[in-house]
């Protein structure tokens, strides 16, 4: 089975700080994803990458960066946590192109 | 912008019944297409994809696609309570994968 963990279940961060999210995954997908999840906007894409060093910019990228140093690994930065970016965080891959995307357990962060 | 929408509901469907959920999509250039289920406080899971024009069915579920239109949905033949829960239409072009809002849907026993 595809596993993708992220590496917790919730954050509390302070305004301001720098917040790192971890995503590993362990079946050699191309692609991985984040997301952001707030109720009645379903998921929205922040970053996408498709290869190592690759990202791509989603549809709501201010406030985050993203690295991709290795295959199996996607991290989200924020910069500096601001109270509108509280919400679920939600990593997942895929295989390849126009395949389906497996989710990990999802991040709930509040900045305070 | 690329742009999924769906009806966010809620839908609500006797046991029994036949759910229908609707999505359309703004990129003519979409190659793939999913439905996926998200049960409160759960992170989504596949239900179904689609490549190709046309119905797919699996089990109880079907999947209709038509690209001329730029609309993809789902039905649920026999709804059972169990399948009460969120579902997100994923639009997929080359590497990227898009949601929509999601559609609630309620099976009343």
């Known amino acids: 089975d595809v596993k993708v963990t992220q590496s917790s279940r919730y954050l509390v961060k302070r305004t301001g700080e720098k917040v790192f999210l971890e995503c590993v995954q362990d079946?050699?997908?191309?692609?991985m994803f984040w997301y952001r999840q707030d109720p009645g906007l379903g998921l929205r894409l922040i970053y996408f990458?498709?290869?190592?060093?690759?990202?791509e910019k989603g549809d709501i990228p201010e406030g985050y960066s993203v690295s991709r140093e290795k295959k199996e690994r996607f991290s989200l930065i924020l910069e500096s946590a601001s109270t509108n970016q509280t919400s679920m965080y939600l990593c997942?891959?895929?295989?390849?192109?126009?395949?389906?995307?497996?989710f990990g357990q999802g991040t709930r962060l509040t900045v305070v | 912008q690329k742009e999924v929408e769906q009806n966010s509901g809620p839908l609500s469907v006797p046991e029994g019944a036949i759910a229908s959920l609707n999505c359309t999509y703004s990129d003519r250039g979409s190659q793939s297409f999913f439905w996926y289920r998200q049960y409160s406080g759960k992170s989504p899971e596949l239900i179904m994809f689609?490549?190709?024009?046309g119905d797919k069915e699996d089990g109880r579920f079907t999947a209709q696609l038509n690209k001329a239109s730029q609309y993809v949905s789902l039905l649920i033949r026999d709804s059972q309570p169990s399948d009460s829960a969120t579902y997100l239409c994923?639009?997929?072009?080359?590497?990227?994968?898009?949601f929509g809002a999601g559609t609630r849907l309620t099976v009343k026993p």
């Open positions: 990458s498709y290869d190592v060093k690759m990202k």
């Open positions: 689609i490549y190709s024009n």
């Open positions: 079946m050699d997908h191309e692609n």
């Open positions: 994923a639009v997929s072009f080359n590497n990227d994968m898009r």
């Open positions: 997942a891959s895929s295989l390849g192109r126009v395949t389906e995307a497996f």
